[in-house]
Every structure is written in structure tokens, then in C-alpha cells.
């Protein structure tokens, strides 16, 4: 064979890779993450969606895996190119496990979803997504780093029954503010619940500081909130 030609591997069939179902664990999935396989890590997240609900296993395994590739950086087992790279691996993974989305499932309430000003991460996001989608939200998510006016005018334009916006970093006060401020604003005399999600969700007093009408510090927490506003 050439050494000028590609060589060419056949595709791989997961069912075929020797991983049993119950063998699933945030290890398993670390790993894939970091090795770049999305179509295995894909593989891993609709075994463990067959025996629990999106919100279960985004909460329990994929955030378990996700601590451990962090764990791993810090401790200088693997370098922030393992780190990234398992991000990146992890959002095509879940682009592959998107709920159907069933005709009767795109006229339900909007959600909005968003990053705040110099916020980058997405992973948060995408899952909430699809855990909203998947309850029969129409969901708008507008992604990571979204000035406040910019945040503002889409609510402003548009029929918003719950806006949730997203930080990591404890100095995300100041852009958490300003966007929940765009969307009271926006809002007029309409009444639209704010969620404040991410790890800043996790400081003591965050949702009165930042104005939120509620801290998600879970999907599972946030998917219930949003249902309990279903109709306001």
C-alpha cells in the first residue's frame, strides 16, 4: 500500500465495542470524552437514556464525567488540550442524542436560553435545551457570550414565557445583573420568570443579588420550574 494513501478504517459499531450496558459510568464516559470518540460517547449517553430520563442522566453521568475531566486538568493528569477536547467531543456527542422533535412538540411555550456577557461556556445550555425540548418547550437558545441588549431585544420581539441565563465564573455578577435587568425591561407589563443556572449558581444569595426569580442548581431543578410556569 502507499504510503501517500489514507488509510481507511471501517466504522465502528458501538453494540460491538465489548462495553456492556451496565458497565456505563462517568469514567467510561471521561474517557471517551477526552479521546475524542463522539460517536462511542453518543453511544454511552443513549444507553443510559434508555433506563433514565434526560434530565437524570445529564445530572448523574454526563456531570460526573465532566467533574472528572476537570479533576484530571487540575491535578496535571491531563493537559487543558484533554479538556477541550472533551468539550468539544461532548457537544457532537449530544447533537447525535437530540430528542425527536415531534410536530405537536414545536407549539408549545418558548424558552430562552443564554449565556451572559464574557460567558463561554455552552455545555450547560445545550442540555437544557434539550431537556426543555423534550418536556414540549419551544425552545430559543440564543448560546454562550449574548450582550444584555441583545438578550433584550430578542424578549422584546418575541412571545417569551421563561428567560434562564447562565454563568460559571463568580465574576459574572455584574453581566448577570445587566442581563436579567434587559429582560424586566424588554418585558414591559409582562411577567417572565428568570432562572439563573451554571456553577455561580452555587454562591450563597446570587438570585436576589443578580435580581433571578429562582437558582437552577440542577436540570432537574430547572426543568421543574419551568414546568411550574408553564401557564404564568
Known amino acids: 500500500m502507499s ?24 469514567e467510561l464516559l471521561a474517557g471517551l470524552l477526552a479521546d475524542g470518540d463522539d460517536e462511542l ?13 434526560r434530565a437524570m442522566v445529564f445530572d448523574g453521568l454526563l456531570r460526573e464525567a465532566m467533574s472528572l475531566v476537570g479533576e484530571r486538568w487540575e491535578t496535571g493528569q491531563w493537559t487543558i488540550a484533554e479538556e ?9 456527542a449530544l447533537e447525535q442524542v437530540r430528542p425527536p422533535m415531534r410536530p405537536e412538540l414545536r407549539v408549545g411555550p418558548m424558552a430562552v436560553l443564554a449565556g451572559v456577557a464574557g460567558e463561554q461556556h455552552m455545555i450547560g445550555l445545550v442540555c437544557l435545551e434539550q431537556v426543555l ?36 465564573a463568580s465574576d459574572r455578577r455584574s453581566a448577570l445583573a445587566n442581563s436579567i435587568l434587559a429582560v ?3 418585558a414591559g407589563e409582562r411577567s417572565i420568570p428568570v432562572l439563573l ?20 442548581a440542577s436540570l432537574s431543578d430547572a426543568l421543574a420550574f419551568a414546568e411550574a410556569h408553564r401557564g404564568s
Not at 19 to 25: H, K, R
Request: charged fraction near 20%.
Open 3 to 26: 504510503d501517500d494513501l489514507p488509510v481507511q478504517l471501517p466504522p465502528v459499531d458501538p453494540a460491538r465495542v465489548g462495553v456492556p450496558a451496565n458497565a456505563l459510568s462517568p
Open 41 to 53: 460517547a453518543a453511544w454511552t449517553l443513549r444507553h443510559a437514556l434508555d433506563e433514565g430520563s
Open 84 to 92: 477541550h477536547l472533551a468539550s468539544r467531543t461532548l457537544l457532537r
Open 133 to 168: 425540548a423534550e418536556a414540549g418547550w419551544t425552545v430559543a437558545n440564543l448560546g454562550a457570550d449574548l450582550p444584555p441588549a441583545d438578550l433584550g431585544q430578542f424578549v422584546q420581539r418575541n412571545d417569551v414565557a421563561l428567560v434562564a441565563v447562565s454563568a460559571n
Open 184 to 186: 424586566r425591561l424588554a
Open 197 to 216: 443556572g451554571g456553577r455561580i449558581a452555587g454562591v450563597p444569595g446570587i438570585g436576589d443579588e443578580v435580581g433571578a426569580d429562582a437558582v437552577a
